[in-house]
Every structure is written in C-alpha cells, then in structure tokens.
C-alpha cells in the first residue's frame, strides 16, 4: 500500500504472503483466530459431559468441573509432575467406592482440566480437541469412580 511514494511494508520491514488456502478452513481465515480459551475448553467440557449415559451422570451429582491453564505447584509437587505439561487433568475428592455416611464431606469433589497440556497434547497428536477433553474428563470421572481402563473405553465410545 503506497503512502506519498512508498510501500510501508517494506519501510517497517514486514513481510506480506500471499493468502495460503490451507490457513482459510472450516473455521476461516487461521491467521485470525487465537488459541481456545477457558471458556471454550469448559464449554467442550460440558459438551462432553452431556453426551454421557444418563446413569452415569447421576452419579457424577455434585461433582464440579473446573478449567484452569496449569496444575497449581502443589499439584505438581504431590504428582511428582516434571513440567506443568505432564497433567492434562485431575480427579480430587473422595472417590465414590471411598465415600462414608459416617465421614462428612469437607470440600466437593472436582476435577481439573489443565487448557494449557491439552492444548500441548493437541497440537502434537492427531485427535481433535473436543476428543481429547472428552478423553480427559471421562478419564478423571472414571478414576473417581474406580474404574479400569477398559470401562473408560467403553464409555468413551458411548460418548462418541
């Protein structure tokens, strides 16, 4: 673009490109959108719960679901975590087999989503982010629960 004679791109040093069509996708022009938020990982995080089995969710009653970047350095230390990248998610609480009439409850029992390790692991792998949190959140409730693996495969293929 000439102002009174010059090119300003090139008297501030930028460089242009020529519009790239695999940086215009489903979601359109790449170079404008920022990484998703807490708030877009939380709504994938409530998308995901949603489409659990419905007696499933029952028993997940009570349970909060938070997103936060990273795993606080208490959380890191107690996991023996050598970055704050190693954590995608956390379970804390009382797990369901664990839980006693007779033992009150002091604090609700949550789980944690880490945006910043998940956004890592998606950028390195080919799952989509809405799988991963899926993954991730259906993970952590499975712990609680005391599930195997294999139960949290099966309900992840139920959650799709």
């Known amino acids: ?3 009174q004679g010059h090119d300003v791109n090139r008297l501030v040093g930028v460089k242009t490109y020529p519009t790239n069509s695999a940086m215009i996708g489903q979601f359109g022009d790449w170079r404008k959108l920022a990484a998703p938020s807490l708030a877009d990982i939380e709504a994938l995080a409530a998308e995901a719960y ?3 089995p419905a007696h499933f969710r029952k028993l997940c009653e009570g349970l909060i679901i ?3 970047d990273f795993p606080s350095a208490e959380v890191l230390e107690s996991m023996q975590a050598d970055s704050e990248f190693d954590l995608l998610g956390l379970f804390h609480g009382v797990g369901l087999p664990f839980q006693s009439d007779t033992v009150p ?4 029992n949550m789980i944690w989503l880490y945006r910043r390790p998940i956004l890592d692991y998606w950028a390195e792998h080919e799952d989509t982010l809405g799988e991963i949190v899926t993954h991730v959140l259906v993970h952590e409730i499975g712990h609680h629960f005391g599930l195997s ?3 949290m495969e099966a309900i992840e293929a139920d959650v799709g």
């Open 149 to 151: 693996d294999e139960d």
């Open 66 to 68: 938070r997103v936060e």
């Open 105 to 108: 409850e002091l604090m609700p």
């Open 1 to 3: 673009m000439p102002i």
């Open 50 to 52: 949603a489409r659990l």
